[in-house]
């Protein structure tokens, strides 16, 4: 190609591009020729604004002390009526509450005392009444199906049943058809028996007498349920079954006694017949006012023909 043909088709190409940028930039207008609004210029002013005020630093820290002294006067008072306020529900349940730890642990006390709670729990459990008490009282004894203590634990059901010799035995020594057969057993808590059987059925007795109520003869039956009742029901017929029997024990108390009650028990009775007058202890209701109102039910029941459910609705 012609040199000068080229740099003549150059020059033309040069010269059009720099005219396109020409209108390019005239094209681009990013600010208005005259401004709009009113632009005013601001005063920086020279004084500090606010007030501000210096402090002696001896009285910065005596405030500080006064400060902190008085936080902990809050706390302390704050702690002192936490405490007066469980110290006051402690004095009405024996639970424990609030009895604090030591780090993640409990306390000694705290512990040990747990420990012998549970302890006198596992007595309660295991361990027999004193053969003692039952002579005193006149009662003979005759056992369940049950074999030892683990066979009962684990088999409620025969627990609930008497064994071939004590049937023959009862059928044998007690009074048949009376109005009120009463019976004890150990169940769960022999300490239960120990402790309140005594006071419990002789107060009971005395009830009875007095309002002429005629009793079966007392025995009792060496690890027995509360349905045991319904079978003493179908041999001797009385009235009322009222069977006196250990609770399972807890750790505030081990020997807590109740009084399940039934109108003419027989086998399939159903629960909502029974009545049960529990917590008989030292600490909950004591033996001899419990045997005095057992009296007086015993006679509500024999008015009324039922006990349970159907004795509250025939009341209403």
Aim: net charge negative; proline share 4%.
């Amino acid at each position: 190609m012609n040199e000068q043909l080229i740099k003549e088709i150059t020059k033309m190409v040069v010269e059009k591009l720099q005219m396109n940028d020409v209108q390019e930039q005239q094209n681009i207008n990013l600010y208005p020729d005259d401004p709009r609004g009113s632009l005013t210029e601001a005063s920086i002013s020279t004084e500090p604004v606010g007030e501000v005020k210096f402090y002696p630093s001896h009285e910065t820290t005596r405030n500080l002390e006064n400060v902190n002294l008085q936080m902990k006067n809050e706390q302390a008072s704050k702690e002192e009526d936490k405490e007066k306020y469980f110290t006051e529900l402690r004095k009405k349940t024996p639970a424990r509450i609030a009895v604090g730890r030591a780090g993640t642990r409990p306390k000694t006390n705290t512990w040990l005392q747990f420990r012998f709670d549970h302890a006198a729990a596992v007595d309660a459990v295991y361990g027999e009444v004193p053969k003692e008490i039952l002579e005193r009282l006149n009662f003979f004894q005759v056992n369940t199906r049950v074999l030892d203590k683990e066979e009962y634990i684990r088999r409620p059901d025969l627990g609930r049943r008497l064994s071939d010799d004590s049937k023959r035995v009862i059928l044998d020594k007690c009074k048949h058809s009376p109005k009120v057969q009463i019976v004890a057993s150990n169940g769960l808590s022999a300490k239960a028996l120990e402790e309140n059987l005594e006071d419990v059925y002789l107060s009971l007795e005395q009830s009875l007498k007095n309002l002429n109520i005629e009793m079966g003869t007392t025995f009792y039956v060496d690890k027995g349920r509360v349905a045991l009742m319904d079978e003493i029901g179908e041999l001797l017929q009385p009235d009322i079954v009222i069977i006196l029997i250990g609770e399972r024990p807890g750790l505030v108390s081990a020997e807590s006694l109740s009084a399940y009650i039934c109108y003419k028990p027989r086998i399939g009775t159903i629960e909502a017949d029974r009545m049960v007058i529990s917590n008989i202890h030292k600490g909950g209701i004591p033996s001899v006012e419990a045997g005095a109102y057992l009296g007086t039910l015993i006679q509500k029941i024999l008015k009324y023909e039922a006990s349970g459910v159907s004795l509250v609705r025939k009341e209403e």
